[in-house]
């Protein structure tokens, strides 16, 4: 019984020797930064400065969301049965799928299918985003990354925009984003703004990473915030302790400025 | 049944706000990066510039070691059963334990013992180390942090120091680290260079990350290069085909310069 | 933030008293096989002995193929970190997937298909399987549950059949897997026996498990002998060896009477 | 780069030839219970029948406890965000460790430690029981399997002890942990009754299974009813819902007799 030969891209190693997509790693190291590095290893050429900078920005944004979601609670409630921290991570993990992390995956579908009809069709972004927004209403299916369950105007999304234009990342992506928003509220009356999940697929679109990978993006800037609260659990609270996620209260420092 | 309550100091959210230890997650974005998150998120505390640019070099220098290491077999091995992304990289994580990533943590520890004998005793670093490898080597413990099983001079390690001397983070443990190398050296007569494991010890224990948490930034360091691999397995090749990883040849790009 | 209230008709826990799906645990414990335990907890309601008995089979059927499939080779390179028991059964579980395992499940689906199709048309069970086959043959689709890469004649199918006679679970699911196997022959020109997967799939319909527990079936049926693998890592090898699934050789008992 | 050979014991792979320890997997179905195949693999030996039986039983002891275990809690969360089967059964598993279901294991340390003394010292039962109990006293240590926070007589610890009388399992061990029972009441003062944790313990022992492999008799236990829940979550509630454990109310069959 033999195994196939197969190849690999990514990284070659010999004694003393590490290239990464080529490049050799202690070079990489103090010149090009982590998010860079993602965009490297997942496209397989070193990104602009400003990629990397707008990479950073959507790892911040969702770089954790409290108590509730439920992969802090997966994570947490695995912390507290004494699991060693890369088990509690893993579980955490393991709770980011469709309906939670999902619709940055989905509403890039819909700006993807938005572009190409404008393209096709040679429309407007307006046309184009009105006649999708049409076609949804119809057949009375949901366009995800609109709407939020706690935010109405979420403070990550404009953000987010103000640094895609900043970083030059506000092409017909962004543009089909907001026109979309736009048909909602011309065509179904209703003023869903777009959400972090929206925005954060609008600006990966621009900068060229497939919709496949989104779940990715959610995972790696969710993981600093998953530790944090596995650390806080393992550190503040007695093991198999009763957790009701609904009591959770805050009691961290009060707001203060940057 | 009712549950307790129950306090949680990491990140406070209302409507329309998001604080994360107080601060407003879109104040972070853009002025932060997500290597000093990851402090932040930890410690609770914003660290200075260098703090988060010794993170940033400490994840690029983990991001990925070809399809060799146990978490890249157990994450392709998983991604080729048609598994979600998120269940690959969980594997990916599982493995990451003891010893796959382990060393670092121990090595801290190690290193901890040697600076606390220091101050305790009023020695020297060069006689501290000597007594703590003096100690291991009578007990036939490992020292764990040196050597390696392929690189004899780890491009990482010398890479690491440099820039750790850059940033203003050459202190005790650093230089106890080396000075455990030089004593095994007299003492065991095994040139055991620090190896990147002991390297990256070193430094996180300059910047006061707890040696409890090493195994997170090991894991947060090879999320991307996990990714990387998976990525390429659901592409490159047929599901449930017999992986041999003896057999894989790198076929992507010869060295380049940056 | 309060949570909704919610329903949950499983279990019910008193002081002193544990009821399943209405049953008095103690009463339960000696009286019903786990096999029967698996059923009651999904259907809830207790099975016939000659359920719980044809569960029993398939889950013996199942439990173990050696070295060379996914799960099994995720369980063990995790294990050869130093990971806990349960983190390496994750890790298995986390590649019985589409293409692993899956094949029930499919199979499953496509005999609800035919013999929904007999009903619907008032077919014989010959003229269904005939009519699907010729379908799937003329979109090029594959039927799966039928053929092995290693086993031409799978000594598992022919006992689990005579079993199902055995228990009286040879109703129109069975009758069908073997009309397909038939009509693949007559129309496709190919001698695909059905594999393990697609009887498992057949007795499985019979005894009235829906088509979306089949994963879960096949992860119960498998856990003894990833334990077994995983057990055997721990004590017959040293921590991060380096593992070739290609290189296994069977050093156990000989061939021996039951 | 080439894998070192190494020998697997377990399962043999011909064409039409499955060998689980030595045996044609088709002669063991139908004639050898699923408990009885979980014994065959771990110990390499086939078990008495009555040892089936005893394992049996122990997996049915602990099929489900409700919805408070973090298992079922890290499970069902994770599949109320659209997880795959495998994926929230992994988490359910993740989250059974040292505080829960690690006391069986403990356990038996302790009766291990107690039943050697005996042996060592030609002590009697009750003398080696007073003498450990004593000792974990002083030390102020917890001996785990006594006690629980729900119940105060275990119908399932009754039923374990007896059902090992009948199938002749009430070894040195069992005896033990009631003699340790005893000797807790005499000394401390403290009315702790054996919980199902230490039940299970004692049969595991007196069957001859490692106290290692405690976790994964538990897991296995409790995978059905990790898949009830699962399943639940998904057929009666929208995925991503707020759910509140503490609030979860009964509705399943009212009491009922076998």
Same mark, same amino acid.
């Given at each position: ?9 990514? *990284? %070659?190693?010999?004694?003393?020797? #590490? ?21 490297? @290893?997942?496209?397989?050429? +070193? ?12 790892? =911040? ?19 507290? *049965?004494? !699991? *060693? ?8 993990? @393991? ?17 993807? /299918? &938005? ?17 999708? =927004? ?5 057949? %009375? $299916?949901? #366009? ?14 404009? %953000? ?13 992506? =962004? %543009? ?25 697929? &609008?600006? @990966? ?21 998953? +530790? !944090?609260?596995?650390?806080? /659990? $393992? ?24």
């Amino acid at each position: 019984m033999s195994g196939e030969n197969w190849q690999t891209a990514i *990284t %070659k190693i010999e004694p003393n020797k #590490i290239l990464v997509r080529g490049y050799r790693l202690q070079d990489l190291m103090g010149k090009v930064t982590y998010p860079q590095m993602v965009y490297l @290893l997942i496209k397989g050429e +070193l990104p602009s400065e400003n990629i990397g900078r707008m990479i950073d920005a959507i790892l =911040v944004s969702s770089v954790d969301h409290g108590v509730t979601p439920p992969s802090c609670q997966a994570a947490v409630t695995v912390a507290s *049965t004494g !699991a *060693t921290l890369n088990a509690a991570l893993a579980s955490g993990i @393991l709770a980011i799928n469709e309906f939670h992390g999902g619709a940055i995956e989905k509403s890039m579908r819909v700006m993807q /299918e &938005a572009v190409d009809l404008m393209i096709e069709e040679k429309l407007s972004i307006e046309e184009a985003a009105r006649k999708i =927004v049409r076609n949804y209403l119809d057949r %009375k $299916k949901k #366009i995800m990354g609109y709407g939020h369950r706690v935010h109405t105007a979420d403070p990550r999304t404009k %953000k987010l925009f103000d640094l895609a234009a900043q970083y030059g990342f506000s092409g017909d992506y =962004v %543009k089909m984003s907001l026109a979309i928003q736009q048909a909602f509220k011309e065509l179904g009356g209703k003023d869903l703004p777009i959400n972090v999940d929206g925005a954060i697929g &609008a600006v @990966l679109r621009e900068i060229g990473i497939p919709s496949e990978l989104a779940n990715a993006f959610f995972i790696m800037a969710r993981l600093p915030g998953l +530790l !944090a609260h596995i650390t806080e /659990e $393992k550190t503040r609270y007695r093991p198999m302790r009763r957790i009701d996620f609904t009591q959770a209260e805050y009691d961290g420092p009060a707001e203060r400025e940057l």
